[in-house]
T-cell receptor
């Protein structure tokens, strides 16, 4: 099925460990996004990529890095995980026109940092 | 500074009645507004949107109203069904070169009782 695929679905990390969250879309969308969802905070933008080869910071980028590997894939890396990064992470892609379209979200990665 | 606010964390309604979910925003640059629905363990799904040049948009049982002077939008679901029970997020886009970046509200948990 066409859509956005995220892996893994669940992960437990120890403080200081690193990991990469993977995201791939097969809809040929240019724009891709990483959000985190926390209770009472809604979804907050971490990083986004308007097109292949470009990435930009969102609202809460500290502690994260991203790579737009190609048009399909957009990964999020935690270099040294902290308990404050415990959250549910969603990847999304957006078809043109980006200003008026709705996102297609992946099913999320639930990350716990202990 | 929460630019998009959903002040009601939860709403409970009877099947067949109207559900009204509210959202307020503070940023005058927002010109496109969207509603997303989210079931547990799934990513949010796009529901309905409205441009700032309109004050109403309908799609089946769902209608979104926009009051620009009050910086307020609402989502009406008529009639409500048990399958509508989910978390609803409103979101806003500043358009232009925002590349589809959305600012989300905190979400409202809707429960529709049979």
């Amino acid at each position: 099925n066409a859509g956005v695929t995220q892996t893994p679905k669940f992960q437990v990390l120890k403080t200081g460990q690193s990991m990469t969250l993977q995201c791939a879309q097969d809809m040929n969308h240019n724009s891709m996004y990483w959000y985190r969802q926390d209770p009472g905070m809604g979804l907050r933008l971490i990083y986004y990529s308007a097109s292949e080869g470009t990435t930009d910071k969102g609202e809460v980028p500290n502690g994260y890095n991203v790579s737009r590997l190609n048009k399909r894939e957009f990964s999020l890396r935690l270099e040294s995980a902290a308990p404050s990064q415990t959250s549910v992470y969603f990847c999304a892609s957006l078809r043109p026109p980006e200003s008026t379209s709705g996102y297609t979200f992946g099913s999320g990665t639930r990350l716990t940092v202990v | 500074d929460q630019q998009v606010k959903q002040n009601s964390p939860s709403l409970s309604v009877q099947e067949g009645r109207i559900s009204i979910l509210n959202c307020d925003y503070t940023n005058s640059m927002f010109d496109y507004f969207l509603w997303y629905k989210k079931y547990p363990a799934e990513g949010p799904t796009f529901l309905i949107s409205i441009s700032s040049i309109k004050d109403k948009n309908e799609d089946g049982r769902f209608t979104v109203f926009l009051n620009k002077s009050a910086k307020h939008l609402s989502l009406h679901i008529v009639p409500s069904q048990p399958g509508d029970s989910a978390v609803y997020f409103c979101a806003a886009n500043a358009g232009g070169t925002s590349y589809g970046k959305l600012t989300f509200g905190q979400g409202t948990i809707l429960t529709v009782h049979p």
